[in-house]
């Protein structure tokens, strides 16, 4: 196997070169902004586009030299592959994507293609489909799960129905609207504290089926008994609505972003280490390295939390809560993934675009596993079904498991081994896979560290579980004049989709408190409970 290099300023995820066709942008000297934007990942390029579409004087500050963050792709032995993002949803057509792209005038820039199904999983006794569509997938959960039929139905029936409530709230909930909100969608006040576990056993005895049900549990990166039934159940259900891939990789979307970003007057300052923040009522002042700085009237975190609050800001000068409150929160797990080629064909090997595999139906066990270091939540993605390679390559194929948030510096001694690990427990599942599958690339909790700069190298922020949903996250306004957070972590938490959606809502609040409330449209998308901060 190849080891990975940690990525230097010509390098992109995982050592390999950054394909970014993005303009490599500006080297403009103003050093005066109306908002500055730290980190271009998708939460900092939603934001930073937006804003400059809105007529905002724009700065965009990132340390590598390539946007995107987790949703660039790199190329290694002449094949592109994604790093993180194996999918996406809302991005049919009308969907928030498609609307936000149009509205940046780079809807043109990116293919989404929808897949054929949502995942296959496999257990050691048994292999389920999830298929495309909402009745489809409770029809197939019926049929492998006949005795549970009638609490399934119930289930779906509550889960829509919680869907549309928390769905058809406002996306900001004031104090004086709390009493129409709880009248207007009592499921989700009453589930607000409540993991996907106890819902769905509330409905259905049969602890396989409800293993069943939640196999979807590793993209969320907490198993049912843990994670928020909201957020699950709104992801679920964004996903019957289809998933999709991005023709040519996820990195048609960061490019397609940091595009409108220039186009619409923006600058992008790469390989721009940002050192200081400094703000008070007078304005904010952006310390780079090697440079003079910034000002600005506003500046946008798009990075780690405790980064820009700790190291940037500096804890002494926010609220003393915001610090006991950071503390306390947990980090969602990290990853070990590896990339390679197939020289089978993936369908024969019974592989689906996206296939999860468990070694039991326990996901509390297999959770507890992955604490004590053990990978698991498994999944493997084949975009090349979806978007077919051409002729003449292989096809591509992406092992992803979750491990522990820490990125210790120790993973480059041990990853070709526990890769070796991971291969074995998916050829348990899919026999002739190992003889198929020739890795090209591993990356580790080591590497997701030190080329997206998240604590431990967290693929989705904090750990999602209903103490750190929706406003229980961190606010877009952490209590500094000119301060702003966005991504996941903060208020729409983790996914490509959300950190879209958390890009618009602090651009939002951004141009409001800047003079232009009318300024950012709202393209839909997914709505959480949250307060106006």
């Not at 103003?30 to 500055?36: A, C, N, P, Q, Y």
């Not at 889960?159 to 909100?181: C, D, H, I, N």
């Not at 780690?304 to 609220?319: E, Y």
């Not at 952490?478 to 938490?493: D, Q, R, T």
Request: charged share 20%.
């Amino acid at each position: 196997m190849t080891a990975s290099t940690a990525p230097t300023a010509s390098t992109g995820p995982t050592g390999a070169p950054a394909t970014s066709t993005a303009p490599a942008v500006s080297s403009s000297s103003r050093s005066e902004h109306d908002v500055v934007v730290i980190g271009a990942g998708l939460a900092g390029l939603s934001t930073a586009a937006l804003l400059a579409a809105a007529g905002f004087d724009v700065a965009l500050l990132e340390r590598n030299s390539f946007v995107g963050g987790y949703a660039q792709s790199f190329e290694r032995d002449g094949l592109r592959f994604d790093p993180a993002v194996h999918f996406t949803l809302d991005a049919g057509p009308g969907g928030y994507i498609p609307r936000l792209l149009d509205h940046l005038t780079v809807a043109d820039r990116v293919d989404f293609v929808a897949t054929p199904e949502m995942y296959r999983a496999y257990y050691p006794d048994r292999v389920l489909d999830a298929p495309a569509g909402r009745e489809e997938y409770l029809a197939s959960l019926c049929a492998a799960f006949p005795a549970s039929a009638a609490g399934l139905r119930e289930l779906f029936a509550t889960r829509a129905a919680a869907f549309e409530q928390l769905s058809a709230l406002p996306q900001k909930v004031g104090t004086g609207g709390l009493e129409a909100a709880l009248a207007a969608a009592p499921l989700v006040f009453e589930y607000r504290m409540s993991t996907l576990g106890d819902v769905v056993n509330s409905f259905v005895d049969d602890p396989v089926c409800v293993a069943a049900f939640g196999s979807f549990w590793p993209y969320i990166g907490l198993p049912p008994s843990e994670v928020s039934f909201l957020l699950a159940n709104q992801m679920l259900e964004t996903m019957h609505r289809g998933t999709y891939y991005a023709r040519g990789t996820f990195g048609t979307l960061a490019d397609a972003l940091g595009e409108a970003v220039t186009r619409h007057g923006g600058v992008i300052h790469h390989d721009t280490p940002v050192e200081s923040v400094v703000a008070d009522d007078s304005g904010v002042l952006v310390g780079t390295a090697g440079g003079a700085g910034l000002r600005a009237r506003a500046v946008v975190g798009a990075i780690d939390a405790r980064t820009m609050l700790g190291d940037l800001i500096g804890w002494d000068r926010l609220p003393p809560a915001l610090r006991k409150r950071v503390d306390r929160m947990s980090l969602a797990p990290s990853a070990i993934v590896t990339f390679g080629t197939l020289n089978a064909d993936p369908t024969a090997l019974g592989l689906a675009s996206e296939t999860l595999v468990f070694d039991t139906t326990d996901h509390d066990a297999t959770r507890a596993a992955i604490r004590s270091g053990t990978p698991g939540g498994t999944w493997i993605s084949v975009p090349t079904l979806v978007d077919p390679p051409a002729a003449g390559e292989p096809h591509r194929a992406t092992i992803t498991s979750l491990v522990p948030a820490v990125a210790d510096g120790t993973w480059s001694d041990r990853k070709e081994a526990v890769s070796a690990e991971i291969l074995a427990s998916v050829e348990r599942h899919l026999p002739g896979f190992e003889a198929a599958f020739t890795p090209v690339e591993i990356a580790t909790p080591d590497t997701l560290y030190r080329y997206s700069g998240n604590t431990g190298g967290a693929t989705y922020g904090w750990a999602n579980s209903p103490q750190q949903t929706a406003s229980k996250r961190l606010p877009h306004r952490p209590g500094l004049p000119g301060v702003y957070l966005a991504g996941h972590w903060v208020e729409e938490g983790f996914s490509s989709l959300r950190t879209l959606t958390s890009g618009r809502a602090t651009a939002a609040l951004v141009a409001a408190d800047l003079g232009k409330p009318e300024a950012i449209p709202d393209f839909g998308g997914p709505s959480f409970l949250r307060s106006d901060r």
